[in-house]
Nanobody, 115 residues
């Protein structure tokens, strides 16, 4: 079965950096588009970044230049490097894959940015 396990969240001061990781299993990772979403308290879940099987990436416009998504197909891992963090980046971050019309989510990892 599809499993996604996020890690790497925590408490960081504004201006700092964090790298989130997502370990994937149960599907053919190398051909899958992997996506990071986030959900702040009281807000809808929003797309952060996506990386396709060939390595091309896309980002939410507001995050371009600060966040970088990457993948390691051998290890079946996807990463999100977040730089120059701001208080408004505080959210639960989720790893996602869409397979055969079904969205799969990890349990999420909390990122809290103190100002």
């Amino acid at each position: 079965q599809v499993q996604l396990v996020e890690s790497g969240g925590g408490l960081v001061q504004a201006g700092g950096s964090l790298r989130l990781s997502c370990a994937a299993s149960g599907f053919i990772f190398s051909i899958s588009t992997m996506t990071w979403y986030r959900q702040a308290p009281g807000k809808q879940r929003e797309l952060v970044a996506a990386i396709r099987s060939g390595g091309s990436t896309s980002y939410a416009d507001s995050l371009k230049g600060r966040f970088t998504i990457s993948r390691d197909n051998e290890r079946k891992m996807v990463y999100l490097l977040m730089n120059t963090l701001k208080a408004e980046d505080t959210a639960v971050y989720y790893c996602n894959v869409l397979k055969l019309g079904t969205n799969y989510w990890g349990q999420g990892t909390q990122v809290t940015v103190s100002s």
